[in-house]
């Protein structure tokens, strides 16, 4: 293998020489190679396999725009799918691999895979679906093997041991792109006294001066400029940073590579820093992408974008062809032309135009150029390298018209004109203005703080390009003066990108879009097919919905499409650009919120007794609560059933600190609870308290919860633990709008007061022990509550019951919460009180018929509930009017039941309930909500809504359970299916 | 990344806000009985093209609701009210 790097020039630093791998071989770097640099430098033609066909990929271009070379980086923990080796540094010890290369680079699958061709075509993804393919499971059985010959990224499932960091920042003036406009910029700003930073994805400043032969005139302006700019304290320099993203207000989105060039990042160093920037003024200088031309074989390696021949070629000393075939439609490209001939490359250029201007072809003819006016290449010969160009001579059009004649060659360079690098522009305001002689989009509506300069204006000359830069940074300071000799891309361009046989056909495959693999002929059969608009187009035929969003294929297929169309470019329109500009890795995303870092984690002032006592814990919203407290090493089966048996016959205790608890104070507290529930609570004296039952306005239930009136003007009001940040939300806005009448106040106290359950026939004389009160029946009936003093501290004693025992609930205060906690322990040691956990209680309080979350769930009503008894008729009441719409009274409803299943094996949530005969297909009759093994009946037993559930009790059903595949029998009983009377609770 | 201005606590970022409700529609009275009315209500709204009027809890800051102008093509925002403050 012979090495394509030239032995002087370039800007690569040739005292530091290392190897890189790529696919299990070595390939030499120096330092300020790229992946890309490196391995062409190598001559590594073939570096991917593509997308559909699987043809050989070569690497097209050097920037962000690369479609082709896409590979994994690092093994290991650091693996890192879909970079592009374009915008990957090389550094001593870099390993990597192909991505799109199943089963090998080298191994053609591509032959069978062309054969079935026709089927890839336009709306490939849709045909399967119908016609011949419908309901056959054809797309089921092709996505097997396409999904691995696309050969997509894979993501690793192991941890990544490097951590990333998340920061907000400001500036007065962001810039962003470091290339001759954006300098000219950031000098402005900066000798006006601005707070700057200025961006750019590269590691280091100059963008497009670095395609410069070195040693030319801008490398001392370049080197002055940054020393400055370096010596400017009010000047930050981003540089390996993306700008990704524009948002609303301003603010961009960046993505520092701190550590990404090295082969470990240093300790306690941040990877990467996502940095949320809000910027009072912000300069786009992002400069333009270089269009590619549309032939047969266009995608052979060996075929690349002219401008990246010239950065390989000055920046990186590698010369990426010996014998080339440059193809044009304007001027820049001629610049690439002269700099590969001063390499010592031969050079042959194909300029789609007749008319080019003279002073061009005789600077070509003195460097010893071949120029072929109105000349294009037809077909790209060569499979795994270009070996030759077939040119031919064309129309204004880009239709052929004489015989093609082969040009052998090693290397085509190609410039279809040039594409502003419009995507942040564009994620802020939309569609871009087509410009006729640059036959580009250009941003058209600018805000006076957000200003594009340079190449992104499509600015033709380098003069230019630092004027409006630095017109924009603020004009300080003596005006930057650098004038660049070369041709630049303005200049005389002709808008034929696509070289055709004389009937618009191509000799072969050409492609519009490489990375998915979208050919001209697609873009003709979409057109064949009426597709007439270009979001519909894009979709169809995928074209630029790859990760590179189209950035070298988007053009070119619409000017294929106005072309079909008979329309103008304007006229057919494009697609807006959306973040992210180039990838962002999902770990500066997310940054340290992963894990238990995620979110904050609530915990009862208790939890660590929870902890000390052998508590597994369960999550609930962003609560964590004890599950259940294992004895003996058991499962959560068996802990469940013995501490809910426990309550049943002697007493347990839960803590409930997790409610919501809402005070609600004021003259008109309890109008507004009268308006909240749907039960009356005008009439709750003192010292009691009432289950109360909301409603969402449109009639469905919300919540429910108990309210206690402390006072004449003070109430007290519980809601469930997942709705109580809901609740108390939705109180505040109607005190400030629609009850702005109401004189109430409503204050978050759940943090203020834990609380416990304590529940089981000896629940009475525990606490009457604890608190020395007299808690008889007489004295503290149920739903009434009372006042104690518990080891000194003032608690509350609701008399409740959630779990259909004698049951009370006592409110501490949560500085006391764990003495109260634990005195109660202490005490109910004779009664042999035990702790338990959520999953007990969810198993007493289905027994007992009470709804929950399951329950609750959006979609029930009252009537569905078997709560309508609990519908005030005699006052109105939030969802009191849309409650009553006549198809929520529909009696056919899906309405609460028990089940009782019939054999050993419990039913899962969510099982779907069908009849005992029919089919078990489309809509079942209803669905089982909550489920558990019954202490108590010695059964497992089930809640569910069964359409017309009340008249079918007793009828047998079957309980389908589509996941598991399994199907039970079951009874349809009350959900009260234990003491039903209330016995117990009331006792 | 929207900033919204608060009459309490000035102007902060959006992340410290929850967007409430359509603020160009009323609740009907809690007595009124008429079905249409409430149906209005709870599920008709405009969809407007520019400046719009909203209902955001400053749910991390002070906890007020307010009625803030936002423009919906633009995403500009414009002065905010507490809003029980704002004449019905």
């Known amino acids: ?987 | 990344m929207l900033r919204i201005h608060c009459p309490i606590c000035g102007l902060r970022d959006e992340t410290e806000f929850t967007y409430g409700a359509d603020a160009t529609v009323q609740q009907p009275d809690i007595t009124e009985t008429d079905q249409k009315a409430w149906l209005d209500y709870v599920f008709m709204r405009d969809n407007p093209r520019g400046p719009h009027r909203e209902y955001w809890h400053h749910v991390t800051g002070c906890r007020q609701w307010l009625v803030v102008e936002r423009d919906t093509l633009t995403h500009e925002m414009g002065q905010s009210f507490l809003a029980r403050e704002v004449s019905k």
């Open chain 1, 1 to 987: 293998m012979t090495s394509r790097r030239l032995s002087n020039g370039g800007r690569i630093d040739r005292s530091q020489k290392f190897a890189v791998r790529f696919g299990g071989k070595q390939f030499t770097a120096f330092g300020g190679d790229t992946l890309a640099s490196a391995l062409l430098a190598g001559n590594k033609g073939v570096v991917a396999r593509s997308f559909k066909y699987h043809r050989p990929r070569g690497i097209i271009a050097a920037g962000a725009e690369e479609p082709n070379a896409l590979v994994h980086l690092r093994d290991g923990a650091r693996h890192e799918p879909n970079a592009q080796a374009t915008l990957v540094e090389a550094f001593a010890g870099l390993s990597s691999t192909p991505q799109n290369a199943w089963p090998s680079l080298e191994f053609d699958i591509g032959a069978p895979l062309d054969l079935m061709s026709r089927f890839f075509g336009a709306g490939f993804y849709y045909k399967t679906f119908i016609g011949p393919f419908q309901g056959t499971g054809f797309w089921m059985f092709c996505e097997r093997f396409i999904r691995k010959a696309a050969g997509m990224g894979f993501a690793k499932t192991i941890d990544d041991p490097d951590h990333y960091e998340k920061i907000n920042a400001f500036c007065d003036t962001l810039i962003i792109g470091a290339g001759p406009s954006g300098l000219a910029a950031a000098l402005a700003a900066g000798r006006k006294g601005d707070n700057v930073v200025l961006v750019d994805q590269d590691h280091v400043l100059g963008g497009s001066l670095l395609d410069e032969q070195a040693g030319s005139t801008s490398d001392a302006w370049l080197a002055q400029t940054a020393a400055e700019l370096r010596a400017m304290d009010n000047v930050r320099i981003l540089t390996r940073t993306t700008a990704f993203g524009a948002y609303d207000g301003d603010v961009f989105g960046l993505v520092e590579r701190l550590q990404d060039h090295m082969q470990v990042p240093e300790a306690d160093k941040p990877r990467q820093r996502y940095c949320l920037l809000r910027a009072g003024k912000t300069i786009l200088a992002t400069g333009a992408l270089e269009r590619p031309l549309v032939f047969a074989g266009n995608d052979v390696p060996g075929v690349m974008l002219a401008s990246a021949v010239r950065e390989y070629l000055n920046r990186y000393a590698v010369l990426c062809g010996q014998e080339v075939v440059l193809a044009t439609n304007n001027d820049s490209a001629y610049q690439t032309a002269f700099d590969l001939r001063d390499a010592g490359a031969t050079v042959t250029i194909c300029d789609v135009r007749a008319n080019i201007s003279s002073v061009l072809v005789q600077k070509s003819v003195r460097a010893g150029i071949t120029v072929l006016a109105g000349h294009g290449i037809l077909q790209a010969r060569g499979k795994k390298c270009v070996t030759g160009a077939q040119i031919v001579p064309v129309d204004s059009a880009g239709h052929a018209t004489g015989s093609p004649r082969m040009i052998k060659c090693d290397l085509i360079a190609v410039s279809g004109g040039w594409a502003p690098v419009l995507h942040l522009w564009s994620q802020r305001f939309g569609k871009p203005d087509y410009h006729k002689s640059l036959d580009a989009f250009l941003p058209q509506r600018q805000r006076e703080n957000i200003t594009c300069v340079g190449a992104l204006m499509g600015t033709t000359s380098c003069e230019d390009a630092l004027r409006q830069g630095f017109d924009a940074g603020g004009k300080t300071g003596d005006a930057p003066e650098l004038t660049l000799t070369e041709p630049f891309w303005g200049n005389d361009l002709s808008p034929v990108t696509i070289i055709t046989k004389p009937d618009g056909t191509t000799p072969g495959k050409a492609f519009v879009d490489f990375q998915h693999d979208v050919k001209l002929a697609d873009i003709d059969q979409a057109h064949l097919e009426g597709y007439v608009s270009v979001e519909h187009l894009k979709r169809y035929t995928t074209s630029g919905m790859a990760t590179d969003q189209g950035k070298t294929s988007n053009l070119n297929a619409l000017s294929r499409m106005a072309a079909l169309c008979k329309m103008d470019i304007p006229a057919v329109g494009t697609t807006r650009f959306r973040p992210p500009f180039t990838p962002v890795t999902i770990g500066a995303i997310v940054g340290h919120e992963h894990g238990l870092h995620f979110r904050p984690t609530r915990l009862s002032v208790i939890h660590d007794w929870h902890r000390e006592n052998g508590a597994e814990f369960t999550e609930a919203g962003a609560w964590l609560r004890p599950w259940y407290y294992p004895e003996n090493g058991e499962d959560l089966r068996r802990a469940y059933i013995r501490e809910a048996a426990h309550v049943r016959e002697h007493v347990g205790i839960v803590d409930v600190s997790t409610l919501g608890k809402i005070a609600v104070q004021g003259p008109d507290a309890a109008e507004f609870l009268n308006r909240v529930y749907t039960n009356g609570f005008k009439t709750l004296a003192l010292g009691r308290l009432r289950y109360g039952v909301m409603l969402r306005e449109d009639g469905f239930v919300l919540d429910d919860g108990a309210t206690a009136r402390l006072g004449e003007n003070d109430y007290f009001m519980s809601t469930t633990t997942a709705n109580a940040a809901k609740i108390l939300a939705k109180a505040e806005l109607l005190l400030d709008t629609a009850w702005r009448d109401l004189k109430v106040h409503v204050t978050t106290i759940t943090d203020q007061w834990a609380a416990f359950a304590i529940a089981g026939p000896t629940s009475r004389q525990l606490l009457a022990d604890v608190t020395g009160a007299d808690l008889s029946r007489d004295a503290l009936p149920n739903n009434h509550f009372t006042n104690v003093l518990v080891n000194g501290v003032n608690c509350r004693l609701h008399r409740m019951s959630y779990s259909g025992e004698l049951a009370y609930e006592i409110y501490v205060p949560a500085k006391s919460g764990r003495m109260v906690w634990e005195s109660l322990m202490a005490a109910g040691k004779v009664h042999s009180l035990k702790p338990y956990g959520t999953e007990a209680m969810g198993a007493l309080r289905i027994e007992k018929g009470h709804v929950a979350g399951a329950e609750i769930e959006g979609r029930t009503t009252m009537q569905d509930l078997g709560l309508e008894g609990l519908a005030s008729g005699k006052k109105p009441f939030l969802g009191a009017v849309l409650r009553k719409r006549p198809h929520l009274e529909n009696p056919d409803r899906p309405t609460l039941v028990g089940l009782e299943i019939i054999g050993d094996q419990g039913a899962k949530a969510g099982s779907l309930l069908f009849a005992q005969t029919g089919p078990t297909e489309g809509h079942s009759e209803g669905w089982v909500s909550s489920t558990t093994y019954s202490p108590a009946l010695k059964k497992n037993i089930a809640l569910a809504l069964l359409s017309r559930g009340r008249t079918r009790l007793g009828e047998t059903i079957r309980v389908v359970d589509f996941v598991g595949n399994s199907t039970l029998q079951a009874k349809v009983v009350s959900h009260h299916f234990f003491d039903p009377e209330g016995l117990r609770q009331n006792g």
